[in-house]
């Protein structure tokens, strides 16, 4: 797998840059990667490995990639994970609150400047994000559905080895191997120190700025101390209601183009 494991090369293959005031711009900017050249060079150390791959979710949402994906690697393998969308927005904004890139005070507020068409520059919205049956429609458009396995964060939680073994197989690499999945990344919420909380979250623009001169392994070290106790403030009832219900035709529209039971998402 690729480092950077989200490089979003067919996002940018032709150029396109974010906005310099889009919430992640640092950040991104930094591992985009922009040329073949150096896509390529990602895998160069793969010496004789049956399959390599990277994991950058932007491509399920972005029209513009199943086509760039089709006419570079037409043979790919793809693969999608999907988790309850109404559980991913407000996950997503925890998410960026926590780290200071969320303008907005509540989740609520950025559901109504998502609505009113207002999100910040670069950020398609949160709701938008969850329109799975759309997005991979365009996928199927140009890659055959026996290319493209579709798993739902359930499986991933309920049966990660189970789900593993089944995605091994179809990369045609060794179905038995068991990696190690103690340790657990990418969990949402805010820093619990209330002190600790408003300085990280007030720091964004000056992390940004001496990033490029603070070795990673510094920064790694100090992100997972900074965020080793996080508090995750529930999800208020209605909101999720309302987010389901807009959401309503396009998680049926995704039972059906899948074949998998999506109640579970229907229900509170």
């Known amino acids: 797998m690729s480092d950077p494991k989200e490089p979003r090369y067919f996002d940018h ?28 060079a990602l895998f160069a150390g793969a010496g004789e490995a049956r399959a390599i791959g990277e994991a950058s979710p932007s491509y399920i949402r972005d029209p513009v990639v199943p086509a760039r994906v089709r006419r570079v690697i037409p043979r790919a393998r793809l693969v999608a994970i999907l988790r309850d969308p109404v559980e991913r927005a407000y996950n997503s904004w925890l998410g960026a609150k926590r780290d200071g890139m969320a303008s907005t005070r509540t ?93 990280w979250e007030r720091s964004a623009a000056t992390r940004h700025a001496i990033r490029p001169l603070v070795p990673r392994r510094v920064r790694d070290r100090a992100y997972a101390r900074v965020t080793r106790d996080l508090v995750k403030p529930g999800l208020r009832e209605d909101t999720a209601a309302a987010v389901r219900e807009r959401l309503r035709p396009e998680i049926l529209a995704l039972q059906d183009l899948i074949g998998r039971d999506l109640s579970r998402w229907l229900e509170p």
């Open 13 to 40: 293959m032709e150029g396109e840059r974010l906005p310099t005031d889009h919430p992640y711009f640092h950040v991104q900017e930094a591992t985009i990667v922009r040329t073949r050249e150096d896509y390529e």
């Open 107 to 199: 989740f609520e507020e950025a559901l109504r400047d998502e609505e009113e068409r207002r999100p910040p520059a670069g950020h398609q919205g949160y709701v938008a994000f969850g329109r799975y049956a759309e997005q991979l429609t365009r996928w199927y458009e140009h890659f055959p559905r026996e290319r493209l396995r579709v798993y739902l964060y359930d499986d991933l939680r309920d049966d990660p080895h189970g789900l593993l073994r089944d995605l091994f197989g179809f990369l045609e690499v060794d179905p038995g191997f068991v990696p190690d999945m103690t340790q657990r990344l990418g969990a949402t919420g805010r820093v619990a120190n209330p002190v600790l909380r408003v300085l």
